[in-house]
């Protein structure tokens, strides 16, 4: 069975542009909460490894949330592929109704 439950990892380019993509997502009860943190990265871009210090955004939602918290993304991040990505979650009850009961 699939879960309707979600945990979103969303990057972002500085700390300001972290806090500015939470807030909103939280303010538009598209996300039930999150947890901003930094660190170290490497990766592919333009035919080169680009190290790079990123934001990520670790919040809990609604599978049915997903296409909104794609576009609110994009409107607010700077790069040209930021990363939106979806895992389906299980946990305990209490946990669970907090998150449906924060999100619209």
């Keep these: 069975m699939k879960s309707e439950y979600c ?11 972290a806090n500015k993509i939470s807030k909103t997502l ?6 039930a909460g999150t947890m901003i943190y930094s660190g ?13 210090v990123y934001w990520n955004i ?4 609604l599978m049915k949330n997903k296409d909104r918290i794609i ?3 994009r409107k607010l991040h700077s ?6 990505a979806f895992n ?7 946990f669970l109704e907090w998150i449906e009961d924060s999100v619209e």
């Excluded at 939280?26 to 996300?31: F, G, M, N, R």
């Excluded at 670790?58 to 939602?61: D, I, M, R, T």
């Excluded at 790069?79 to 939106?84: A, G, L, S, T």
């Design 40 to 52: 170290n990265c490497h990766y592919w871009w333009d035919s080169e490894v680009v190290e790079k």
């Design 79 to 84: 790069d040209k592929c930021p990363i939106v």
């Design 58 to 61: 670790g919040a809990f939602s």
């Design 88 to 94: 389906e979650i299980d946990g305990n009850d209490n």
């Design 71 to 73: 576009e609110e993304v």
């Design 7 to 17: 945990r979103v990892r969303i990057s972002a380019t500085t700390q300001d542009e």
């Design 26 to 31: 939280v303010e538009k009860k598209l996300v």
